[in-house]
């Protein structure tokens, strides 16, 4: 089964605590978003591999660390998940950035794909797959489903709330894919929010509501 991690930095904590006040504006909501999109990257690349490199400081030739070169991706799921993206390219700047939309069928109230646009060798890196709220799951494990099936293994999910049918279904469908929360919720509610959550994450990063 995979692992489920919930970040516990102090940090992370005491801004997701305002984050979630109703009262919070759209520009300091999306501040929010972005400083702990930002502290989720660095736990979340805590085991990214090194090799040893050979350099020269002023004084002395010296054996030091470096990022094995691995090649990232940041994929946020449509809309919420850009509000996550400037964060994380703050820390790992030179990480690719693909795309996957998803909008939710009426009838069935299942997520439907409507865009995917990932880099051409999406296939050999890891990915980090962002979007602020795992509520049922149906997006993040679609979003999974689309990525697997262009060979792309490598994926860890980073969002900042978490709904415990959410993990569970995610765990379910893709035991292989770590998750990373900010926080575990409670509950959803029979409209699909996260309880306590935030609300909309989408309507409160852009203003739409
Ligand atoms: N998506 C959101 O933005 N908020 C929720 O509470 C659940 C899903």
């Keep these: 089964m995979s692992n489920f991690q919930v970040v ?27 400083e702990i999109g930002m502290l989720m990257a660095y736990e979340v690349s805590r085991d990214l591999p090194l090799e040893d490199i050979e ?54 109230l299942k997520p439907v794909e409507y865009l995917v646009k990932l880099p051409t060798d999406i296939a050999d890196r890891q990915i980090f797959l962002v979007d602020p709220m795992l509520a049922t799951g149906g997006s993040a494990i679609l979003a999974i489903d689309s990525l697997k099936k262009r060979n792309a293994n490598n994926i860890k999910f980073v969002c900042l709330v978490a709904a415990p049918e959410g993990v569970k279904a995610l765990q ?5 894919i ?16 996260i309880v306590p959550g935030l609300g909309d994450a989408g309507d409160r990063l852009f203003g739409t509501k």
């Design 55 to 108: 350099i020269e400081t002023p004084v002395a030739k010296a054996t030091v660390k470096q990022l094995q070169g691995k090649k990232l991706a940041i994929v946020p799921i449509l809309r919420a998940g850009i509000g996550m993206v400037d964060g994380i390219l703050k820390l790992i700047p030179a990480a690719r950035v693909g795309h996957i939309g998803m909008y939710r069928d009426e009838e069935t």
């Design 178 to 193: 770590d998750i990373y929360a900010a926080a575990l919720d409670d509950h959803l509610n029979e409209h699909g929010y």
């Design 172 to 176: 379910e469908a893709h035991p292989d």
């Design 8 to 34: 516990e930095h102090p940090l992370i904590q005491h801004k997701l605590s305002i984050l979630r006040r109703k009262e919070v504006s759209t520009k300091e909501f999306r501040e929010l978003v972005d």
